[in-house]
């Protein structure tokens, strides 16, 4: 999970797990009987680019040369792209299988 915080308003990393947990179970990821047995808190200082106007023709000039020397991105930082957990790991299967073929 992410949780996003400002630095005015920063939780202890306690307070976090104990959050998301109780969030999860709420949309019913978890079920109010499973535990988490492991969990890990990083704070990130910068986790999100801003983009630019100057960003849609310099990714059009970076992705033109890596699809001419043939390497295929996915997730996050293959793609320049924001992307959930989920949606890295589905660009993933899709690299994989425009490279080796489906399946």
Request: proline fraction near 3%.
């Amino acid at each position: 999970m992410e949780v996003y915080f400002t630095k005015d308003k920063a939780l202890p990393a306690a307070d976090m797990l104990t959050r998301a947990t109780d969030d999860m179970k709420k949309v019913g990821m978890l079920r109010a009987d499973d535990n988490v047995r492991v969990a890990q808190v990083r704070k990130i200082a910068y986790g999100n680019v801003l983009y630019d106007h100057a960003r849609a023709p310099a990714l059009a000039v970076v992705n033109d040369y890596l699809g001419r020397i043939g390497v295929v991105g996915c997730g996050r930082y293959g793609l320049w792209n924001y992307h959930w957990t989920d949606e890295s790991i589905v660009s993933g299967w899709q690299a994989a299988d425009s490279i080796l073929g489906p399946g």
